[in-house]
């Protein structure tokens, strides 16, 4: 019997042993990462992208489309990757690095949805929160992390 009719998945015979065979596409570069640390990358990162669809479908309502127009969904889809990639960076380049792995209803509750008085006042924008906020230190921290990364005074 034939082992490609019984498998659902192309396989290889040699010696004794049947071998499922599959490939690797990339564009990384060969010179900079050999084969088997390649496969050793590809098996360490089984699962990351079952868990961006997560965040995407639930966390950033990709899951549900606003319309049957497809103009509209393509709309709603990249603006809902805009807001995935821009969460992401915050969490990479603004926020503690303890919060990488943070969903964003965490995020949203912690930092986001927070009481507080927004003043415009002599062109400036002040946010006030109330005394002893625990997220106070958070956004203090995340906004200098921000200005340095602009090259700013944190100050």
Known sequence: EDPQLTLPFPTMQMVEKRYKVFGIVTNID???M???DLIHWLHERCGKSEEVHAVMKDDLAGGKLPSADFGENAAWWWIMILALNLNVMMKKLALDPSMEATRMKRIRFSIINIPGRIIKRS???ILRL???HPSYAILITARKRIAILQGAPSG
């Open 30 to 32: 060969y010179e900079a």
């Open 130 to 132: 109330s005394k002893g």
């Open 123 to 125: 062109r400036s924008l």
């Open 34 to 36: 050999n084969g088997e």
